[in-house]
């Protein structure tokens, strides 16, 4: 349910002026939400955690301790970003132009994540460039550099999918007797 309160924010974050922040939110110490960031309403963004420019951050989202989201990330509602996951945003990444010269804005093109509604990003993961799909899981320390299904639970680096979970976030080889999903 919506709570009309108006977020929490710690006296050591930073939330930038031209951020939104929703209702019931709470940024935590020394968190950084950037202008033009957009933080739904009933989101926890955890201490450290970085929320670059214009990224989307749907309601009811966990952003834990130290996660990077980079621009442009989206996370739909209900996500779980783990402890220190990133969301990165340059496929070829360089500091410099091949004469040396300083690589501006301009230089690069940003590709950002999108985390699907219920997906969970497991502690230290990376996306990298890439969409993990609703309700999906993605283990602790991960390297993602392909799509991810929906309902999928995937490892390693790079990342493969080894399994499915259901809402619960439980591994099901069939019918989830709990919240009754299914394998497709
Ligand atoms: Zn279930």
Same mark, same amino acid.
């Given at each position: 349910? !919506?709570?009309?309160? !108006?977020?929490? $924010? #710690?006296?050591?974050?930073?939330?930038?002026?031209?951020?939104?922040? =929703?209702?019931?939110?709470?940024?935590?110490?020394?968190?950084?939400?950037?202008?033009?960031?957009? $933080?739904?309403?009933?989101?926890? /963004?955890?201490?450290?955690?970085?929320?670059?420019?214009?990224?989307?951050?749907?309601?009811?989202?966990?952003?834990?301790?130290?996660?990077?989201?980079?621009?442009?990330?989206?996370?739909? %509602?209900? #996500?779980?970003?783990?402890?220190? !996951?990133?969301? &990165?945003?340059?496929?070829?990444?360089?500091?410099?132009?091949?004469?040396?010269?300083?690589?501006?804005?301009?230089?690069? &093109?940003?590709?950002?994540?999108?985390?699907?509604?219920?997906?969970?990003?497991?502690? #230290?993961? %990376?996306? /990298?460039? %890439?969409?993990?799909?609703?309700?999906?899981?993605?283990? !602790?320390?991960? /390297? $993602? /550099?392909?799509?991810?299904?929906?309902?999928?639970?995937?490892?390693?680096?790079?990342?493969?999918?080894?399994?499915? $979970?259901?809402?619960? =976030?439980?591994?099901?080889?069939? &019918?989830?007797?709990?919240?009754?999903?299914?394998?497709?």
């Amino acid at each position: 349910m !919506a709570d009309e309160a !108006a977020p929490i $924010v #710690a006296d050591t974050a930073i939330v930038e002026p031209g951020a939104s922040v =929703g209702a019931g939110s709470r940024v935590w110490h020394h968190a950084h939400v950037r202008s033009g960031a957009s $933080v739904g309403s009933e989101v926890t /963004v955890g201490e450290g955690a970085f929320v670059d420019a214009g990224v989307v951050v749907g309601d009811r989202s966990k952003i834990q301790n130290g996660a990077q989201l980079f621009a442009p990330a989206v996370v739909d %509602t209900g #996500a779980f970003v783990g402890p220190g !996951a990133i969301l &990165t945003n340059d496929r070829n990444p360089r500091a410099v132009a091949p004469d040396g010269s300083p690589l501006g804005s301009a230089g690069w &093109t940003a590709v950002g994540c999108r985390v699907g509604r219920g997906a969970s990003l497991g502690a #230290a993961s %990376t996306i /990298v460039c %890439t969409e993990v799909g609703e309700w999906a899981m993605v283990a !602790a320390g991960s /390297v $993602v /550099v392909e799509p991810v299904v929906p309902h999928a639970l995937v490892a390693g680096v790079p990342a493969r999918q080894i399994g499915w $979970v259901c809402l619960c =976030g439980t591994r099901q080889s069939e &019918t989830c007797p709990v919240c009754g999903w299914s394998i497709p």
